[in-house]
Every structure is written in C-alpha cells, then in structure tokens.
C-alpha cells in the first residue's frame, strides 16, 4: 500500500516537551496539508505545501507549531513547549495539485499526541 | 466560507439504502460539493463529489438539487463498513478543505 504514512501513530509527552511528527505523502502527490481534530469534531485545517512552499497557514495556529517540506516530499510538523490544549489528532493529507475543485485529498491515519 | 449544514446523527438498517442529506444554500457558481466519511480511528476518506450534475461511484451515488442549495448522499445498500461520520464540504477554488462536524451514521446488524 503506497497511501500516506504517518509516524508516529501515537505520542504521548510532557507539557513543555517539544514533539515532532512525520509524513510521507503518496509518491507523486505535489500538495501536502496538515489538518488537527479534537473529540467530537471535524479535522480543522492547519497548514498546506505545494512542493516545498508553505502556502497558507491557519490564523489558529500558535508561533509554537513549525512545519516543513524542505525537498517537496516528506514533511515535518514541530510543536515546541506543549500546552494540554495541543491534545489532538493531527492529520496529514496529500493530493495533486492543478485540479481546482476536482481536487481529492487523501489522508493518513493521523498521530495521537496527548500531553500529560 | 461557504457553509454545509448536516444532521448530527442518522441510523439505518443493514443492506437498505441511506439518504444523508447536505443544505448548502450559499453556494456560489464554482463551488464543488464534496463529501468525505470518516471511519472510527482513521482519518478522512474521500467518497464523491460533484458541480452540477448527479455522480455516481462505486461507493455511492451524489443528488445535486437543481438549484445546487441542497444535495444527497446516497448508498444503495448500507453495510456496517459504512458506519463512519459522512463530511458535506463546499470547495471553493484551491482554498483547503474546510470540515464541519459531519453527520454520524450508525448502521444496524
């Protein structure tokens, strides 16, 4: 199975702790997004990468959330100095570009960060 | 954001069809009607999505009202693979996909 991957599956960490997470998007996917979702509600959007542009980020997220694609391919998601709100799912999806609303996003099977 | 509105929750019986329905009365003219399902601890799938026009899938089929305000959901025969929370999102343009709450779908043996 060639979908998108996500590591690690589950992460469990101290408050102030930083954490990193990774994802490997479907080989030829150009477009990577980061979605976040909490118990009971839908994935809320993040950030999203065309190649290795961050394009668009989320007015909601915090100076302490970083992400990267620095080759176009993989991509990290960094939260320094973890609070208990950053509880979460944290979802990673990928598509390919160039389709406008044809666009279909295929997404991993998330990380479950939970912060003591 | 052009907004969906969805029921909460909906049940159906095994192998009978299920109707999910979607009210989007802002659409504008070049929105896409997308619906995406979400089974328990996995994330988001994609199912179908249209413009205009009715679509059909091998998941499921898409009823677009000819007014484009409102749109169905259908599976032709519910399995209890199909319990998941069902996501109606509009998209507008390359904007990122915006999630609401979805409706639950609870399907019984």
């Known amino acids: 199975d060639t979908g998108v991957s996500q590591d690690p599956r589950h992460k469990i960490t101290k408050r102030g702790q930083n954490v990193t997470f990774r994802c490997d998007p479907i080989s030829e996917h150009n477009r990577l997004y980061w979605y976040r979702q909490t118990l009971g509600q839908g994935p809320e959007f993040l950030t999203y990468?065309?190649?290795?542009?961050?394009?668009?980020k989320s007015r909601l997220l915090s100076d302490r959330f970083s992400a990267e694609r620095p080759k176009g391919s993989f991509s990290t998601l960094e939260i320094q100095r973890t609070e208990q709100g950053d509880s979460a799912m944290y979802l990673c999806?990928?598509?390919?570009?160039?389709?406008?609303?044809?666009?279909?996003?295929?997404f991993g099977s998330g990380t479950q960060l939970s912060v003591l | 954001d052009a907004k969906t509105t969805q029921p909460n929750s909906m049940e159906s019986n095994e192998e009978e069809p299920v109707h999910l329905p979607c009210n989007h009365s802002?659409?504008?003219?070049?929105?896409?009607i997308h619906w995406y399902r979400q089974l328990p601890s996995q994330g988001p799938e994609y199912v179908i999505h249209?413009?205009?026009s009715n679509v059909n899938n091998r998941m499921a089929s898409l009823a677009i009202a000819e007014d484009r305000k409102s749109s169905t959901l259908i599976l032709h025969r519910a399995t209890l693979r199909d319990a998941a929370v069902y996501y109606c999102?509009?998209?507008?343009?390359?904007?990122?996909?915006?999630f609401g709450k979805g409706t639950r779908l609870s399907v019984i043996a």
């Open positions: 990468f065309q190649n290795e542009a961050q394009l668009e």
């Open positions: 999102i509009l998209r507008t343009g390359n904007t990122p996909l915006v």
């Open positions: 802002t659409i504008s003219g070049t929105d896409y």
């Open positions: 999806a990928s598509s390919l570009d160039g389709q406008g609303g044809n666009e279909k996003l295929f």
């Open positions: 249209g413009l205009t």
